[in-house]
């Protein structure tokens, strides 16, 4: 069965940082570019950034200002969100997808919830 | 970076077809045909419902039909059923390797 599972997620101060994870199985996870897409209650999903399958190729939202760093691990199957100098605004869940070709993600994980709160 | 424009709420009886929209501009929607649609219930996971502006991925329901016009795209349930009754939320490819999602579309099935 093909799956995603995140993990990682929790309450953090502001200015403080975070690392999400989400582990990848049934498919062969280096064939395949990767997401993370965020979803703040009431505001609907934003596409935070993507990985290609060799890690050259990297892209990130405008609005997260270098703050945030994706990786993989091909060999272990996973991919990581890591999160620095985290705001209120950045309070949402956390999913990251699989991007089987440009205009299609086609595989979600469940989510993880980052809490940003003094 | 702007969000595409979508409802907040389209309704309509069961059986009934409805369309929900999803406005962008010539770098996102208008310029590219990688339009996607997702379906979410809540407290679960986005579901892809249809990519490439009107391919639907194996396993979803026929009802389910997208098209594109200019700057707009739109998503088609047909036979509208109880268990459609979720957000729904278009997506596209954007200039620069990046992506947009639209605000969202609250479907009510009366």
């Known amino acids: 069965e093909v799956q995603l599972v995140e993990s990682g997620g929790g309450l953090v101060k502001p200015g403080g940082s975070l690392r999400l994870s989400c582990a990848a199985s049934?498919?062969?996870?280096?064939?395949?570019?990767m997401e993370w897409v965020r979803q703040t209650p009431g505001k609907g999903l934003e596409w935070v950034s993507s990985?290609?399958?060799?890690?050259?190729?990297?892209y990130y939202a405008d609005s997260l200002k270098g703050r945030f760093t994706i990786s993989r691990d091909n060999a272990k199957n996973s991919l990581y969100l890591q999160m620095n100098s985290l705001r209120a605004e950045d309070m949402a869940m956390y999913y990251c997808a699989r991007r089987a070709s440009t205009g299609r993600m086609d595989v979600w994980g469940q989510g993880t919830t980052v809490t940003v709160s003094s | 970076q702007s969000a595409l424009t979508q409802p907040a709420s389209v309704s309509g009886s069961a059986g009934q077809s409805i369309t929900i929209s999803c406005t962008g501009t010539n770098s996102d929607v208008g310029g590219y045909n990688y339009v996607s649609w997702y379906q979410q219930h809540p407290g679960k996971a986005p579901k892809l419902m249809v990519y490439d502006v009107s391919n639907r991925p194996s396993g979803v329901s026929n009802r389910f039909s997208g098209s594109k016009s200019g700057n707009t795209a739109s998503l088609t349930i047909s036979g509208l059923q109880a268990e459609d009754e979720a957000d729904y939320y278009c997506?596209?490819?954007?200039?620069?390797?990046?992506?947009?999602f639209g605000t969202g579309t609250k479907v009510t099935v009366l």
């Open positions: 990985i290609g399958g060799s890690s050259t190729s990297i």
């Open positions: 997506s596209s490819y954007r200039t620069s390797n990046s992506y947009v």
């Open positions: 049934g498919f062969t996870f280096s064939n395949y570019i």
